[in-house]
C-alpha cells in the first residue's frame, strides 16, 4: 500500500479522547527459528518480547494485552513484572489469525480501537505508536492506522473499533493488513522515522 496514494495526518481533531487499547502477539511457534523460541532470544541485552511489550506499555494505551500460545508459561516469565494483562490463544496452532481473533475478542464494548502490534519487534518506537494513536480520525472516516518508514508500510497498526468484526473473522496466518487493503477509504499513512516497523527477527 503506496504511502503516496493515502492522506495524510491533519491537525488533531475531536477523536484525541479515543480509547485505545493495545495487542502484542506473542503466540508463534518460531518454525523458521529452529527449536529456538525467537521471542525469548537476547536483542540489544534484552529478550526480544519483553523490548516489544515495554514499548507498549509506554505507549498512550488503555491497557496492554499480550495473546500467549506456545510456551506460554516461559512468554510470561520473560514479562513479569511489566503492566501487561495475558489471554493465552489455545488455537495458536492455526496462525496469526488465531491469536488477533484471540486478543480482539477479549477487549470490552468501551475501546474506540487497537493497536496490534508483534513480540518479534522489538525496534518499534514509542514515538511511532505515539503518532498512530494521534492521526487515530474516526470522525473523519480514517481509522486505520498505518505507520510509513520510506513510504514504505510496517507493523503495528492501529485498527478503529468498527474494524473489530472483521479482524474477529481473520483466518489462517492472515494479519490485520488484509483488512486494510479492503478498506483503503479508512486507511492513513503515518509517517514515522523509525525503521523497526519493518524489523522482525528469524533467530537460527
Known amino acids: 500500500m503506496d504511502a503516496e496514494n493515502l492522506p495524510t495526518p491533519d491537525k488533531k ?9 493495545a495487542i502484542l502477539l506473542a503466540a508463534g511457534q518460531s518454525r523458521r527459528s529452529g527449536n529456538i523460541n525467537k521471542l525469548l532470544a537476547p536483542i540489544d541485552g534484552q529478550v526480544m518480547v519483553r523490548s516489544a511489550a515495554r514499548a507498549m506499555i509506554a505507549g498512550p494505551f488503555a491497557g496492554v494485552t499480550v495473546v500467549t500460545g506456545h510456551q506460554a508459561a516461559r512468554v510470561q516469565e520473560a514479562l513479569s513484572g511489566l503492566a501487561v494483562r495475558f489471554i493465552h490463544n489455545k488455537d495458536y496452532e492455526q496462525g496469526m489469525a488465531s491469536s488477533i481473533r484471540c486478543g480482539v475478542g477479549a477487549l470490552d464494548g468501551t475501546f474506540d480501537g487497537v493497536v496490534i502490534g508483534l513480540g518479534d519487534m522489538p525496534h518499534v518506537q514509542t514515538a511511532t505508536l505515539n503518532s498512530l494513536v494521534d492521526a487515530f ?68
Open 13 to 21: 481533531d475531536p477523536d484525541m479522547d479515543a480509547k485505545i487499547g
Open 137 to 204: 480520525s474516526p470522525s473523519s472516516g480514517h481509522d486505520i492506522c498505518l505507520p510509513h518508514y520510506q513510504n514504505k508500510p510496517g507493523n503495528p497498526v492501529l485498527f478503529g473499533r468498527r474494524h473489530f468484526p472483521q479482524l474477529k473473522r481473520l483466518e489462517g496466518d492472515k494479519g490485520g493488513k488484509s483488512i486494510a487493503r479492503k478498506n483503503p477509504g479508512c486507511v492513513i499513512a503515518v509517517a514515522v522515522d523509525d525503521p523497526g516497523i519493518h524489523m522482525d527477527h528469524d533467530v537460527i
